[in-house]
């Protein structure tokens, strides 16, 4: 890749553990090269002084630590970037959090680099971070790593101590797959071996950092990759123009050539580049351009343009490596939104298939995976979407995963390989439909989520709800959070997972009955809305309505009709919904039913007189 000043770039990573002196090597290797203005280096000094723990010398890592609170605690808290240039490559430089609890900064910075460069203090030696981020970097696919044995000056310059991290470092790597290791003895603080051979490392022949910056092969064998093209946005500044705007992330294209809609098995043949200047003959990797076509197709934002020669694959099924990114844990069957490129498409993780351990690399059977934790895993989306593998193009492979809450990032995640188990499958159309059995009964099809705490009352109204409905000669079906246990959910127990597993089951269940035209009743605890809204979206368009039973814990203890919060509070009982495991109330429900001082008879007709306004029954 090149610049602006017309060199070959390279993105270099730091990272490593806690304090051990990326930012210092950086501000150092800055400082070095000539790439700090006067009015900085005035700054630096005067913040060296109110900061600095170097005594009268300059503290370099002042320069990346630009938050008050990472001067105040001497750690790196977000990603730093700084660019500069030497005569021979210009370089954008990531300095990325040491903290554990930062290694989600540490795989956004990896994501966009071509070299790592990971610090070990000499003292302390390979750590399990240093491990941890060794593997985010290969799988993120980085295969150049710069083992820098930092703080040689607080080891004496001894040998045999670079000797012993570098074997120890190297032994690891090698269980990475393909990677290149370049171990180098380093003083960031005083610029040992930084640009110029140290003095007081004799033993030490090989390249400085930066003769090693400049000497690493960043091509890839110049292998040509094929022409990917996600589309950003349709432009239609007037009648007369429609294009469409993106960023080539892969390969070149040119006037004349076809251009395939990805999944659509339809082509078109590519009329003119627009850029920002003008019209060009040939977009290339990184450009930013407008696409029109000599022929109409319907392309939208979301879409991938690509060569029809080397299309990629689509499938609504895959296996990927997921570094998951948030406090609330990954939940198997739970619905995320799966962002890729710039298509957004609803998604689940239909399984962990391991967790893997940083430290030796192991296979671990898991359930679920928490903050920082990686794990490989199949997912299915609620749309085929186009992809490459992650290591043929990063960019078309890889994804994050949104929570539909908060619209936090909770994952991010690289694409192995399609799994194509249904693509012999195909829907059968039926003669008779949900309208025509619905008809039949004289009814609307329906499904009534009843949730609320155990205890709350849900059972019963349910059950009265049903022979209310029975009465006036509707169809129905109850289906109850206890009796579904017993049978087609017999098998789960009362973890977070498996309880976005029973819902998820039910779900399809209430689906396939309001699919027959029946108004279906059920009776859930189902703690979280995450879980709630994807009912809501699977049974649509029957109408779904959400019954919030509102009962205070306090009531529900004190009911507790089959003696579960005694038992959970006596320590018999665990992951109990309202005790030690949460439980999320809706925040908009289509009823909201108070038991305190209402009859069940009350709360059902309630409900009905509900089904009655909507013209249900």
């Known amino acids: 890749m090149s610049c602006a000043l017309g060199k070959d770039l390279l993105r270099v990573l730091t ?25 900085q280096l005035s700054a630096l000094q005067r913040e060296s002084r109110r900061f600095g723990t170097t005594g009268d010398d300059l503290d370099f890592s002042l320069l990346l630590d630009g938050l008050e609170d990472e001067r105040q605690q001497r750690i ?10 030497t005569p021979e490559r210009a370089f954008i430089v990531a300095d990325t959090p040491g903290h554990k609890q930062y290694t989600r900064n540490m795989a956004t910075g990896a994501s966009t680099s071509e070299l790592a460069v990971i610090l070990v203090d000499a003292r302390k030696g390979v750590l399990p971070q240093t491990k941890r981020h060794a593997f985010i970097c290969c799988l993120l696919g980085i295969r150049q790593i710069v ?51 140290s003095a007081r ?47 080539v992330v892969s390969g070149s294209i040119a ?143 890889a994804f994050i995963l949104i929570d539909r809450l908060t619209n936090e990032t909770a994952g991010a995640g690289m694409i192995a390989f399609g799994l194509r188990r249904a693509s012999n499958i195909h829907w059968q159309a039926l003669t008779v439909g949900r309208e025509q059995r619905a008809a039949l009964k004289d009814q609307l099809p329906a499904v009534l989520w009843l949730t609320g705490l155990s205890g709350a009352g849900k059972s019963t109204i349910a059950d009265i709800v049903e022979k209310k409905l029975l009465a006036l000669g509707r169809h ?25 597993e029973n819902i998820r089951r039910a779900g399809e269940v209430a689906k396939l009955m309001a699919e027959a035209g029946l108004i279906v009743i059920c009776s859930f605890i189902s703690p979280f809305r995450a879980e709630r809204r994807m009912v809501r979206e699977l049974t649509a368009p029957a109408a779904f309505l959400e019954v919030y039973v509102d009962t205070p814990l306090e009531e529900c203890m004190r009911r507790d009709p089959k003696g579960l919060y005694a038992k ?46 909507r013209k249900i029954i």
């Open 255 to 397: 006037p004349g050539d076809d251009v395939l809609l990805a999944g659509s098995g339809q082509s078109a043949r590519l009329k003119e580049i627009v850029t920002f200047e003008g019209t060009t003959d040939r977009a290339r990797e990184g450009d930013a351009v407008t696409l029109t076509f000599e022929t109409d197709i319907d392309i939208a934002r979301g879409d991938l343009l690509a060569d029809p020669r080397e299309p990629p694959e689509c499938v609504d099924q895959f296996a990927a490596h997921v570094i998951w990114m948030s406090d609330q844990p990954l939940v198997p069957g739970r619905s995320y939104l799966l962002k890729i490129g710039t298509r957004t498409v609803p998604a689940t993780v239909t399984a962990l298939k391991h967790r893997i351990d940083v430290e030796t690399l192991a296979h671990l059977a898991d359930r679920t995976l928490g903050l920082n934790e990686i794990g490989f895993c199949n997912l299915s989306t609620a749309a085929p979407v186009a992809f490459d593998p992650y290591t043929a193009c990063r960019d078309t492979g």
């Open 15 to 39: 990272c490593g553990s806690v304090d051990d002196g990326k930012s210092t090597l950086i501000g150092r290797l800055l400082y070095e090269c000539g790439s700090i203005l006067d009015d």
């Open 147 to 197: 083992l820098a044995v930092n703080k040689m000056d607080l080891v004496g310059f001894e040998q045999r101590r670079f000797d012993d991290i570098a074997q120890h470092f190297s032994a690891f790597a090698a269980e990475l797959g393909e990677v290149f290791v370049a171990a180098i003895p380093l003083s960031a603080r005083f610029g040992d071996n930084i640009t110029e051979l």
């Open 76 to 85: 790196t808290i977000d990603v730093a970037y700084r660019f500069f240039a």
């Open 476 to 500: 129905t079906m109850l289906l109850d959070g206890d009796n579904v246990r017993h049978g087609l959910n017999r098998d789960l127990g009362f973890t977070d997972a498996d309880r976005v």
């Open 568 to 613: 959970a509070r006596a320590g018999r009982l665990e992951h109990f919904t309202g005790l030690d495991s949460p439980y999320e109330p809706p925040e908009a429900s289509e009823i909201r039913i108070t038991t305190v001082g209402v009859t069940p008879d009350t709360a059902a007709e309630q409900i009905l007189e509900e089904l009655r306004a």
């Open 201 to 247: 490392m004799p033993w030490y022949g090989g390249a400085t950092l930066i003769e090693h910056l400049h000497s690493v092969d960043i091509s890839g064998g110049c292998v040509k990759r094929p022409f990917r093209f996600p589309v950003q946005w349709v432009n239609r500044p007037n009648g007369d123009f429609r294009g469409f705007s993106g960023t």
